[in-house]
């Protein structure tokens, strides 16, 4: 369950410092807030009917039962809670199985803090559509299906010349109120210079993540304002 529009995560893992990693990871996103952590199928049936989190990042290795019966498990006894499956078995037969009894995605082992970060923030954008509108019509699922689609990391997703700590810079300014500001103002708030802000603003709107509106005065050429679109 949500508290302040923070989605609340539980991490289960049979390795105690990786599990330690991943929850140490979450407590720090903004969007994010860590539930609980468990080690085996007992302890998370468990603790998932008292915390009732939004989300599971479920290992399917457990010293009990796997992950995959966890899964089971929730879904027989209806417990409202997503899932994103790590293995690190790449055997097509598991990874068949989870996406019947409905995960949300799948992260393999060995994968970095970058890959999963992507994941959550695929998570993120999908719940917070999911909840932008009462009365849902085709292009409110066409949405959700998109956000649900596979998509590559965020180092693939970036182009030659965007550096990915500046990139995020200049979108958490975007995020805090979400005017549209012109391409010099984002150069004075982050730092950077004009040509650079305006090269990553072109990039975020190519990549459909922010949108540009011009604005027409009584002389000369339309000025460019550019914001975040709502769904990131």
Do not use: W
Not at 55 to 77: A, C, F, H, K
């Amino acid at each position: 369950m949500t508290t302040q529009g923070r989605l609340r995560v539980m991490v289960v893992d049979d390795d105690f410092m990786i599990a330690k990693m991943h929850s140490s990871y979450i407590e720090k996103l903004p969007d994010y807030e860590l539930a609980g952590v468990a080690h085996s199928y007992e302890q998370t049936i468990a603790q998932v009917k008292e915390l009732q989190p939004d989300l599971l990042l479920l290992d399917v290795y457990l010293p009990d039962q796997s992950g995959i019966e966890v899964l089971r498990t929730i879904r027989m006894e209806k417990i409202p809670c997503d899932i994103i499956l790590i293995t690190a078995a790449k055997e097509l037969t598991v990874i068949e199985e989870a996406f019947r009894l409905g995960i949300f995605d799948y992260l393999i082992k060995p994968f970095d803090l970058d890959h999963l970060k992507d994941t959550l923030e695929k998570y993120r954008r999908f719940k917070r559509h999911l909840q932008s509108s009462a009365q849902p019509d085709q292009n409110f699922v066409e949405g959700l299906k998109k956000l649900r689609a596979a998509h590559s990391s965020p180092a693939q997703q970036v182009q030659k010349g965007i550096d990915t700590r500046t990139l995020e810079r200049i979108k958490g300014i975007m995020r805090q109120d979400n005017e549209y500001r012109t391409a010099e103002q984002f150069a004075l708030l982050t730092g950077v210079s004009r040509s650079t802000a305006r090269a990553y603003l072109d990039f975020l709107v190519t990549r459909g993540d922010a949108e540009e509106f011009l604005q027409y005065g009584a002389v000369g050429r339309p000025q460019r304002l550019f914001r975040i679109k709502s769904d990131f």
